[in-house]
């Protein structure tokens, strides 16, 4: 059994559809949850954090049920996107209320506040007002309660929301150290390249259900048979390489530009395997050739498309 196993997992709320029949195992180490704002990621992690008990089907963290059994909610740690310290206090305060509330000593608090603030960098911050925090510091200090408790679940929803670059940089380097702790970390986040440099296992939402999941190079192998390839040439003479390659059988659509052409097709082999005799043919000087669809914000949209399409 895998460490979170959801089947056929739903939540409503009243007629609005939260999670829509979702099947998901998820293992130790990092996986990425994608999806635009409204989507389910965050009803799908409050979920798995036992605050919502599914409406249909099952879900099972470390065995357990996480609605229903406070042991399994005490072996997962939930850093929402929602702020959940409070201003009033200082940052080094907040965590040792939080290490209280999860039946630590108070001794043992202290203790582990200190450290929760060494691990992130912000021990000189400590004894400030949490309020007066930039979005960044706040986002680390959730970690660092995650990092030095003993979660075995570490649950992230949009950890990257409205933080500024540095800060970004220093969450992704925190993330990683608890995927290489071995624990199961699950992060949402509809920043796709954010989730693209942490990991490429990938869920992807849309309207409460889950569209695809797995590596993203299998997913980008599954979208090649069943979604438009976009190739991107940078070239002299744009015009003169449409004329060469408009009338063959897998050019769907060409778009010219000043010195670029785009071209659709759905047979991306071919059009690679027949690019050496298209440049002999027209004489052009072919400075670059990118794929448009080999990366995670290319799954994301096909996917959601294709998903938006079906309901």
Not at 30 to 53: D, F, H, Q, Y
Request: glycine share 10%; with cysteine.
């Amino acid at each position: 059994m895998s460490a979170i196993d959801l089947n056929g997992a739903s939540v409503f709320y009243g007629e609005v559809i939260g999670l829509s029949k979702v099947d998901l195992a998820i293992d130790a180490g990092i996986t990425g949850i994608v999806g635009p704002n409204g989507c389910g990621k965050s009803t799908l992690m409050r979920t798995l954090a036992g605050l919502i008990e599914p409406s249909e089907g099952t879900i099972r963290v470390l065995g357990g049920e996480p609605f229903y059994d406070e042991m399994i909610r005490a072996r997962t740690g939930f850093v929402p996107a929602t702020e959940c310290f409070y201003e009033g206090l200082s940052g080094s305060r907040n965590l040792e209320v939080a290490f209280l509330a999860h039946g630590k000593d108070r001794t043992s608090s202290k203790r582990l506040a200190a450290e929760a603030l060494e691990t992130v960098d912000l021990t000189e911050h400590g004894h400030r007002a949490y309020g007066t925090w930039s979005r960044g510091m706040r986002q680390r200090l959730k970690l660092g309660l995650t990092l030095v408790g003993d979660a075995e679940i570490v649950l992230l929803d949009e950890p990257f929301l409205g933080v500024d670059p540095p800060s970004r940089r220093h969450l992704r380097t925190l993330i990683e150290r608890l995927g290489a702790s071995g624990r199961t970390v699950l992060v949402s986040s509809h920043v796709l390249h954010e989730v693209e440099s942490l990991t490429d296992r990938v869920g992807v939402l849309a309207h409460g259900r889950l569209l695809g999941f797995g590596h993203v190079e299998d997913l980008l192998l599954e979208l090649r048979d069943r979604h438009p390839h976009r190739i991107r040439f940078t070239v002299d003479q744009p015009r003169r390489l449409a004329g060469a390659l408009v009338g063959r059988e897998h050019v769907q659509q060409i778009v010219v530009r000043s010195d670029e052409l785009e071209m659709v097709t759905e047979r991306p082999e071919i059009a690679y395997r027949e690019l050496a005799s298209v440049v002999a043919e027209s004489g052009v000087v072919i400075r670059e050739v990118r794929t448009l669809d080999n990366s995670l914000e290319a799954v994301f949209q096909h996917v959601t498309e294709a998903g938006a399409r079906r309901l």
